[in-house]
């Protein structure tokens, strides 16, 4: 009996990326699951049309408290994380078959990932996919585990046989990643914020020197250890966005350990705005 292979994919406004993600698994898989964080658009619409059953999780503007949510609500002996806005290509999904099917005692592979942004596949830069971490993202059942730790990946269980899939044309997930600089700037802003309240949780310090070293240090490996120079305009500003990453996520765990959250300057603001209208009151009365 052939082992029973399980697609999940996180979604989120995801009505133009979803029905690629889900044409690249239905084919080979036997159920495909979509855990959705209450989309406003045709997202659910299109999983059911594509015959996914669909579950909702609270919105947490990203998808790493989802995934072992995602993994619980699936059946299959094998399991394929995949994101909306990522397709398997068949050569690929034929190859994951095959370890599936095989008796050696594999238990999950990392996958390489061909990242698109800003319109053109990246070689360098860090996006590359000689560059980009292998994910493990097919697996056993159990032999992978999930965190809700932002940007955390699968991690393998203790004593998981993990093999690696090397990157070949038609062999690496295909990641259509940030569509503009638009779309780049707002998902910093949003991923930045979460890195600085977990790592607030966590106790970290910092210091503008920390960050202005941190800052330098992403923009050197990005544009010169990765090569991000070959990349023209896109490798250029990848890296200083990256840089900048750095310093604006030290900036809001220095806002959040010397004057809190905003809700906080909210009520200084309204105490000054009340003490500052103090003499409107003193000259009515």
Same mark, same amino acid.
């Given at each position: 009996?052939?082992?029973?292979?399980?697609?999940?994919?996180?979604?989120?406004?995801?009505?133009?990326?979803?029905?690629?993600?889900?044409?690249?698994?239905?084919?080979?898989?036997?159920?495909?699951?979509?855990?959705?964080?209450?989309?406003?658009?045709?997202?659910?619409?299109?999983?059911?049309?594509?015959?996914?059953?669909?579950?909702?999780?609270?919105?947490?503007?990203?998808?790493?408290?989802?995934?072992?949510?995602?993994?619980?609500?699936?059946?299959?002996?094998?399991?394929?994380?995949?994101?909306?806005?990522?397709?398997?290509?068949?050569?690929?999904?034929?190859?994951?078959?095959?370890?599936?099917?095989?008796?050696?005692?594999?238990?999950?592979?990392?996958?390489?990932?061909?990242?698109?942004?800003?319109?053109?596949?990246?070689?360098?830069?860090?996006?590359?996919?000689?560059?980009?971490?292998?994910?493990?993202?097919?697996?056993?059942?159990?032999?992978?585990?999930?965190?809700?730790?932002?940007?955390?990946?699968?991690?393998?269980?203790?004593?998981?046989?993990?093999?690696?899939?090397?990157?070949?044309?038609?062999?690496?997930?295909?990641? /259509?990643?940030?569509?503009?600089?638009?779309?780049?700037?707002? =998902? %910093?802003?949003?991923?930045? +914020? $979460?890195? @600085?309240?977990?790592?607030?949780?966590?106790?970290?310090?910092?210091?503008?020197?920390?960050?202005?070293?941190?800052?330098?240090?992403?923009?050197?490996?990005?544009?010169?250890?990765?090569?991000?120079?070959?990349?023209?305009?896109?490798?250029?500003?990848?890296?200083? /966005?990256?840089?900048?990453?750095?310093?604006?996520?030290?900036? =809001? %765990?220095?806002?959040?350990? +010397? $004057?809190? @959250?905003?809700?906080?300057?909210?009520?200084?603001?309204?105490?000054?705005?009340?003490?500052?209208?103090?003499?409107?009151?003193?000259?009515?009365?």
């Amino acid at each position: 009996m052939e082992p029973r292979i399980s697609a999940v994919i996180n979604t989120f406004n995801e009505e133009k990326n979803l029905p690629y993600a889900l044409r690249s698994v239905q084919t080979w898989v036997d159920e495909i699951i979509v855990i959705d964080m209450h989309s406003t658009d045709r997202t659910v619409e299109i999983a059911r049309e594509f015959g996914a059953k669909v579950y909702f999780h609270e919105p947490t503007g990203f998808v790493e408290p989802a995934r072992n949510f995602a993994i619980s609500k699936s059946s299959g002996d094998w399991i394929m994380v995949l994101d909306a806005d990522e397709i398997i290509p068949e050569p690929l999904s034929r190859k994951l078959k095959e370890v599936a099917q095989d008796k050696e005692g594999v238990d999950a592979v990392r996958l390489a990932r061909l990242n698109y942004l800003f319109g053109s596949p990246m070689g360098y830069t860090g996006w590359g996919p000689c560059q980009d971490n292998k994910n493990l993202r097919f697996f056993k059942r159990g032999r992978v585990n999930a965190n809700a730790t932002i940007h955390d990946l699968l991690k393998p269980a203790p004593g998981a046989h993990i093999i690696e899939i090397p990157y070949q044309d038609g062999c690496a997930i295909i990641h /259509f990643n940030h569509v503009d600089i638009s779309q780049f700037i707002e =998902k %910093l802003n949003r991923y930045t +914020t $979460i890195e @600085a309240q977990q790592a607030m949780k966590r106790g970290e310090k910092s210091n503008s020197f920390r960050a202005l070293c941190r800052a330098a240090v992403a923009f050197w490996i990005r544009y010169i250890g990765w090569q991000g120079f070959r990349e023209g305009w896109r490798g250029f500003y990848l890296c200083m /966005f990256m840089a900048f990453y750095r310093l604006v996520t030290t900036a =809001k %765990l220095t806002e959040l350990r +010397t $004057i809190g @959250a905003r809700a906080d300057v909210e009520k200084i603001y309204c105490r000054e705005a009340d003490r500052i209208l103090a003499d409107y009151t003193t000259q009515s009365e």
